[in-house]
């Protein structure tokens, strides 16, 4: 079982350049969600979706795309690189016990620089 | 503007001692309480969670205490080891699984 696989690690972007960050989860989760990580803040939330089809933004989502095509696969787009985008990113997929309980995976991270 | 405010923002405590991580939040329809542990290099980890319904919860070394009144909630590691040596995260959500963070806990237990 993998849980959930973020690739690329590590990726340096010019400004104004575009890319996307690859996340997969293998547990048939419904939920997934993007969230980046800054010194001193946690973790933000950038977008988020309830089953393949379905996203929506969180707290943070400005210069991201994202779509759900499938239940597995939940890409992060940068659609023009800014330096206020270098963070380290982190995909997450997370299922309801139904009683209140969200049983929350993260991937490993993917840390962006963008110069 | 976090909507969960966490401190102290590190803490160094020596090999069997208890660390004590504080979080307070506003929005009274949280109703979901989880800690989170993070290595170096590696994505954050449930570690414990609790519902306001109960004052506290005990997994191991690991405590949560809850006050629903003062919108409170802390996490107690008794008997510190090295391998505790990581940022700890509180987080809430309301009736969903969107998840506001604190700003983390750096954690150093010395030998």
């Known amino acids: 079982n993998a849980g959930v696989t973020q690739t690329p690690k590590f990726q340096v972007l010019k400004t104004g350049q575009s890319m996307t960050l690859q996340c997969a989860q293998d547990?048939?989760?419904?939920?997934m969600s993007w969230y980046r990580q800054d010194p001193g803040m946690g973790l933000r939330l950038i977008h988020y979706?309830?089953?393949?089809?379905?996203?929506d933004q969180g707290e943070v989502p400005n210069g991201y795309n994202v779509s759900r095509s499938t239940t597995e696969d939940f890409p992060l787009r940068l659609l023009s690189a800014a330096p206020s985008q270098t963070s380290v990113y982190f995909c997450?997929?997370?299922?309801?016990?139904?009683?209140?309980?969200?049983?929350?995976?993260f991937g490993s991270g993917t840390r962006l620089t963008v110069v | 503007q976090q909507q969960v405010k966490q401190s102290p923002q590190s803490l160094i405590v020596q090999k069997g001692g208890i660390s004590i991580i504080n979080c307070a939040y506003e929005?009274?329809?949280?109703?979901?309480f989880p800690w989170y542990q993070q290595f170096p290099g590696k994505g954050p980890a449930l570690l414990i969670a609790?519902?306001?319904?109960?004052s506290e919860k005990k997994e191991g070394r690991f405590t949560i205490s809850f006050n629903k009144s003062a919108k409170q909630f802390s996490l107690h590691i008794m008997d510190s080891q090295p391998g505790d040596s990581a940022t700890y995260f509180c987080?809430?959500?309301?009736?969903?699984?969107?998840?506001?963070f604190g700003a983390g806990t750096t954690v150093t237990v010395r030998a």
């Open positions: 929005n009274t329809a949280f109703d979901y």
């Open positions: 979706s309830v089953g393949a089809g379905i996203t």
């Open positions: 609790i519902r306001p319904d109960v």
């Open positions: 987080a809430a959500s309301r009736d969903d699984y969107k998840l506001s």
């Open positions: 997450a997929s997370s299922y309801s016990s139904g009683q209140g309980d969200y049983g929350y995976t």
């Open positions: 547990m048939n989760h419904e939920y």
